[in-house]
Structures are given as C-alpha cells and as structure tokens.
C-alpha cells in the first residue's frame, strides 16, 4: 500500500509525554504511519523546531502544504439507535481527557462531530438500520456528513456487493494495518473485497464488545454446596471446561419436595445465544472461511462435538424442560429471577435484567457471578467467545472529499485519546465502566477481560441470504410447547440445504 509522512507539528507542554495515537492524514495522498515516541517531554522545545510555531498539547497533523487539516466547520454525524440526546458527563480522568481532545481536534481541525439517532429526517433503528441505509443511498443521499452504524448480518454483506458502502481502503486518513482502534478487532476485514474494506469499528478503542458468558445464582450453588469462587478459580488456572460446567449442574439439579420433578435446575438460556456459544467455544463455527473459500461446517468434527454436547445439557439439565407449556419465548427470564436455576447463559448487555435490576430497584436478592462460556475439548489455543460488533460505513454515494471529512471526524472521536496508551491498553477503562453492574469485581477482572480478548466472529454471518436465526437456531433446543427437544439432525439438514447453495454463490463472486 502507498504510504508517505505527514508533516506534524508536535509541541511538547510541561510535564506531558507525548505519544502519538493517530495515523497521520494527508488530502487523498495516501496511507501514513503514526509517528510514536517513547521520550518524555522537557520544557525546552527541540533546537530544531521553529521557535515561532504554536505549540499544543497535542501532534497536529497537517496537509501537503504544512497547514493543519481543514475541514471546512462541517458538522460529522455518527449515526446510531442508542445516542443519549445529551453526552453522559465523564466520571473519571480519562473520560475528562477523552472530551477534551474530542474538543481539541474539532477546534483544530475545523469540524463538529457527535452520535446520533436521527438522519436526513429519520431515526435510525436496531432492526431496520441497513434497509435505512440502503434508502438513503440509493435516494442520493443529501448534504448531510453521516457515518452509519449496522449490524453484523447477511444484510450487510448484500449492500456491500451492492456497491452502497464507500471503500475504506481508499481514505487516506484510515490505516488499518498499524491505527490501534482498527488493529484491535477484526471488523474491517469480515467484509472485505480483495483490497477494498468497507466496514470499520473504533468504539471502545477498537476492542471486541463483550458478549456472551455464563451468568451464576451464588446462592443456588451455595446450596447444593459448591463454592461460587471455584467457578471463578476454574476460569482462572484453566479448568473450566464443558466437564466442569456439566458437572456442576449435575450437583444443583434437584427435587427439593420429592414430587418426581426437579424444583433446581441447571441452566436456561436463549437459544439464539447459547448454540453459538457451544460451538466457538470448541473452536467450531457453522461456516468455516478457508483459503480455498467459504464452506458449511456442520460435519466438522468440532462443531459436531459441540452441536451434540448442546443436545446433551439441553436435554438434561435445561429449565425449559418444566416450564408451563402455554409460556411465552422469553419465559426464562423471568423464571431466572425466581432463584430456581443456576447458570444462566446470555450477553453481557444483560447484566441488570439477570439481576432483577429495574427503575424500582432490585428484585432479586441473590448475587449474581459472571464468567466466559467453558472450553470444549477441542478448543485448544482456538477458544473464541462469540462477537458481533457494531459495523461503522460510510455512504457510498459520497465524493472523495466529503467521505474523507466524514473518516476523518470519526477517527479522531473514537481514536486513543494521546497520553493514554497504558491504561487503554490495559482494559482498566473498559473495566470501570462495568464494575457497577455486577456483583463482584473478578467477573469485570476476569471474565469481562477474558471475552474481549477471545473475541470472534461467526464467518456464516458474512454470508448474503443467511441468517442464522430463524434457518437454525430457532429450530433447537426445547420445544416448550410439547415438553420436548427438537431434532438436531433435522435442524442441521435444512439449514445446511440452504446455507450450501448461499455459500456457493457468495464464493463465486
């Protein structure tokens, strides 16, 4: 790839060290690396740098000519369904310093940028959000600056071969061989073409979102005389594995009134959820991307294993074998919070509802631990916690110019905040923005840590026309409705039926 130095002004304050976080940015002139420095900063400027240069406390990165990046004072929307109609107010030193380089770059660089739900007179939507972007590219677009956010699905993959996203590759300002927030996931390459990348993912510092684990009931385990800190201890020295997980929800499986049915139960779940878990964490997936292609993987002994393991806990120690016939899909949630069952597997984003929290306070008095999914036997070093990060793009309709105001302001939002480095890359700021919503630090410390860093994807969600939902996973597991397990098998041969003629076509493109 083309890469040439940008000139940057790199004035040194009293006491700052200076790191570098940003690729460079130049025009359209090409790819840049960051310039890094590992030296502090002295009160003395370089003997070497012009003494009538302003100085600040940031690099300022510059055009061909040596002026510092103008954009003109457009404002950049990033557009998304969550948006607060006003920003939380920092609650530690590093949210402090985050805004006020945000504030910095919009100052220099002449630009206002800020999250939204609303465009081009529309609110932006979980469900709907790719359709709504495919509408208001192919309507032209207007004079807004947005960059959209979507989500992971087949959906995505058809407006990418549709030509509705902007390449990437071709922005100067983005690097995603060397800028830490790109580096950090895997985004930009789950829908690539050849050279061309046309989704990206820079919130969070470009760390993997956490997903899915295994929320635990400590009293439930207490009760059938399992210490809730061995689970945490397994995760930690290694053993916590599907053996250790089965064995445990083997202990709190009970009939407390000697009625012939369990009163204590293993586990529940959603469906959606766990059988992905099941299978990454074996180092399986339904689709498999291979150098030679994608393929359907279901006969992979790896994910055989897993689907079969699913079928086994399902039958055995899931709560949706009791539940009453006439309950509703999300049944188990408010069933969890009774306190008959011990493991609950769900995401992250869950972390209150399984812990009866609500605007009225707690409604369940229990503690609740947090931990990744076990490893499956043939794992090894590929145990992989399911992800499915957010997709940032850009319209495709835009011009070189406006795509790259729109890059531009995007990266020096979400990018590392300079001085940083350290604890960015320690987690410590992701971790405090979790501590308050579990009960225990070692499932932040731990777990949460655990999942960023084995963080992946399912490649099938790459796949134009299918989605994994309602092809398979809403086809295992309990049927409520008649007391019984659905038909892996089954589940297996028609999804495999369509997923290989989708397959097909998308290697053939």
Known sequence: MKR????????????????????????NTGNVEPAQTDTPATDTPATDAPVDEPVSEYPVYTDADGNPIDLGGVEVEIVNWWAADTPADPVNDYEEAMWDYREWCQETYNFTVKETKNFSGNELTWGDCIQQFSDYVTSGGDDGYYVFTGRMCAAATTAVQSGLMY??????????NSESVFTRNQVDEFFKKGDSIYTMYATGNGFPEPREGIFFNKKVLEDAGIDPESIYDMQANGTWTWDAWKELCEKVMRDTDNDGTPDVFGFTCNYDDAVEEFVLSNGGSFVKNEAS??????????TAEALNFFQEMVSTYDAHLYYPADAAWDFYKTDWLTGNTAFYIGQVWEKDNVRGVGDDGRSMEDEVGFVSFPTGPSAGSNFTSYAQDNLYYIPGCYDADKAFACAFAYLCFYQDTPGYEDFINSL????????SNFDDTRAVDESIVRIIKTGGYEPAESVANVDIGPQFRHHVGVNVAEGT???MSAAIEEAATQWNTFVEEANAK
């Open 293 to 302: 292609g994608l393929r359907v993987a279901f006969d992979d002994a790896d």
């Open 485 to 487: 397990v659905n038909d």
């Open 167 to 176: 390449d990437l590759a071709t922005i100067d300002c983005l690097d995603f």
């Open 4 to 27: 040439k130095f940008l000139n940057q002004i790199i004035a040194v304050g009293a006491t700052a060290a200076m790191v570098a976080g940003m690729a460079g940015c130049q025009g």
């Open 428 to 435: 410590d700021g992701i971790k405090a923005s979790f501590y």
